[in-house]
């Protein structure tokens, strides 16, 4: 049976004072949340001010990106044994703005998934189309092409202990929402791809739907069958909004 997750990603928001507050907010209303497994992913700066005050508490937290390069001459870089040093559950790799917006493309994003495995963090790793590539009928083609370039590198067992997350570009950050039975199909086309190298590591793995996944529409997305929790940008700035998530996926 697998445990839903609802991780936050605070892309590049927040100052210490608001997230002091946000986090004392979650940390409020954790008595309600009786099912989800909860993370935040944080700006890389304040990792250590999250740190302590998630630690005792049941909310992981993690990165939103890392470097594939274990140490070295790589100014302003960050490696995962860096953010393993701050007790991280997870780091999100291969997220859509790091690909578009930074140019990381399938090998790279193996990368930095296996980089991210070498040092004992999960990765949430994240896959999906965009606008065009789904009016091309191609959605089926992305999410494939980008799973194996990953088990390629990494093998099949590597997504056991890890998390897929299925964003299509188009509903990231812009109120755009996938149907909850558009979001299943491309969700049960992932575990079915899984389950052709590995059942068992298909049955295990959580796969979370992310792109503007809300207060409002969260129960119905989270209701499919293989949608095991959300990856959550703006909803997870207000504590509340998060909240009902992460009730929700209970
Ligand atoms: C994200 O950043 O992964 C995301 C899903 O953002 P939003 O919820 O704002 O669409």
Redesign the pocket.
Known sequence: MRRPLVAG?W?MNGSKESIKALLDGIKAGMGDVKEAEVAVCVPAIYIAEVESQLTGSPIMWGAQNLSNEASGAFTGEISAAMINDFNCAYV?VG???RRTLFGEDDAMVAKKFAAARASGLKPIF?IGETLEEREQGITNDVVARQIDAVVELEGIEALADSVV?Y?PVW?????KTASPEQAQEVHAFIRQRIAEKSADVAEKVQILY?????AGNAAELLSMADIDG???????LKAEDFLTICRAAG
């Open positions: 990603n892309k999100a997220h859509s703005e994240c997350a964003e509903a990231i950050g812009t109120g992310g792109g503007s996944m809300n959300g990856l959550i940008g703006g909803a997870s």
